[in-house]
């Protein structure tokens, strides 16, 4: 048994079950066992890989349209740049890259990084190369300025609640003991006022998911990007609505049973992107991820990077470029919600 399925198996032998929310959170983020506390899990040799750990391009194609949407908007001096949750650090330093020589861009840019994990913030700090940045770990400290963000698998590692649809209301996933090992079990049924509006488009036996932290997080970005202007890009795994269980845990690039390792392998669920949108003040625009890259310019890049190429390393480019756009790959899967200020256009990319 780890140690932290040793800690929740004798917390919940004495107060009870708990949500799936409070077992997600301590997994990944309890300060001396959680997933992301200790470790960095990115990566051939990890656990998963991510869109800007498997090219250059995708922090590079970001960072051009964050710039371009900061020169739609008048170049405003100061602005906040933020991303996050920025893993390696990888995502950013592509970024900024791109963006040195967009005049003025840099000198504007204030750098806040949102990161919970020591261990990755230290990483993040050696990517960045001497670039200013301020750490955060909540959304609420962003200064009050332009704001300009992205956050890339950021969400899907937020904690969710499981629910279950009854003909009496809504059985809640949570997670209880038995025979000394952690096990998912349903609660009584209940009424959830949350859930009030789902009850119309589920049925008894579905399944339905919400993320009680996206919201904040979201009214933040949202509050700075009405307020003051900007534009934030928020690129997952998800669907318009939450429908079916979605939690799934990562090892080694393999799926496992969420129960059995507890801090050990990576915890997620897709993103309800409507439920995002539906937190934010701002206007927003929706795309699946491949449309909105292609847009953006990504088989020009492509092929201006393939041409100093050769062999094994061509192969693995052009792989890359097709993992990041194809239809069967990260291309539908994974979506690209925006937020910008209701009287401004969209970010490129996105409609
Ligand atoms: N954006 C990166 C990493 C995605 S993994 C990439 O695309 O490669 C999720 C990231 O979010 C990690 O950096 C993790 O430590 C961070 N994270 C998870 N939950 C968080 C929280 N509640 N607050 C701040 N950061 C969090």
């Known amino acids: 048994m780890t140690p932290l399925a040793d800690m929740l198996v004798r917390r919940i032998r004495a107060t009870g079950p708990i949500t799936l929310a409070d077992y997600m959170a301590d997994c990944l983020l309890h300060p001396d066992h959680g997933y992301y506390a200790t470790r960095d899990p990115f990566g051939a040799a ?25 020169l739609d908007r008048g170049a405003p001096s100061p602005f906040t740049l933020a991303e996050f949750g920025p893993g390696r650090g990888t995502l950013m330093a592509d970024l900024l890259r791109a963006t040195a020589r967009v005049p003025g861009f840099h000198a504007a840019a204030r750098l806040h990084l949102i990161e919970a994990s020591p261990v990755l913030q230290a990483r993040q700090k050696l990517a960045l190369n001497g670039f200013p940045c301020t750490w955060l770990t909540s959304a609420d400290d962003l200064p009050e300025q332009p704001l300009f963000a992205v956050a890339n698998e950021f969400f899907d590692a937020l904690p969710i609640r499981q629910f279950t649809r009854d003909p009496d209301g809504w059985r809640e996933t949570v997670v209880g003991v038995t025979d000394g090992i952690l096990t998912p079990g349903l609660s009584a049924p209940a009424p959830i006022a949350a859930l009030s509006h789902r009850l119309s488009d589920t049925r008894p036996g579905d399944v339905v998911e919400i993320c009680p932290s996206a919201g904040p997080v979201i009214a933040a970005i949202g509050g700075r990007i009405a307020g003051h202007g900007g534009v934030a890009l928020i690129i997952d795994y998800g669907a318009w609505g939450s429908g079916g269980d979605t939690f799934q845990a990562l090892q080694a690039h393999s799926f496992v049973d969420p129960f059995a390792a507890p801090g050990q392998a990576d915890l997620t669920a897709h993103v309800d992107f409507a439920a995002l949108a539906a937190a934010s003040p701002t206007a927003h625009s929706y795309a699946e991820q491949g449309p909105f890259l292609s847009r953006l310019g990504i088989s020009a890049r492509s092929d201006r990077l393939a041409a100093g190429l050769e062999g094994k390393r061509r192969e693995y480019h052009l792989a890359a470029t097709r993992r990041l756009t194809a239809p069967a790959e990260m291309g539908t899967l994974f979506k690209v919600l925006s937020l910008h200020a209701v009287s401004t256009p969209p970010p490129p990319g996105m409609y």
Do not use: K, R, Y
């Open 46 to 70: 990890g656990d998963f890989t991510t869109a800007p750990e498997i090219s250059q391009m995708f922090g590079e194609l970001v960072g051009l349209c964050l710039a371009q949407s900061w």
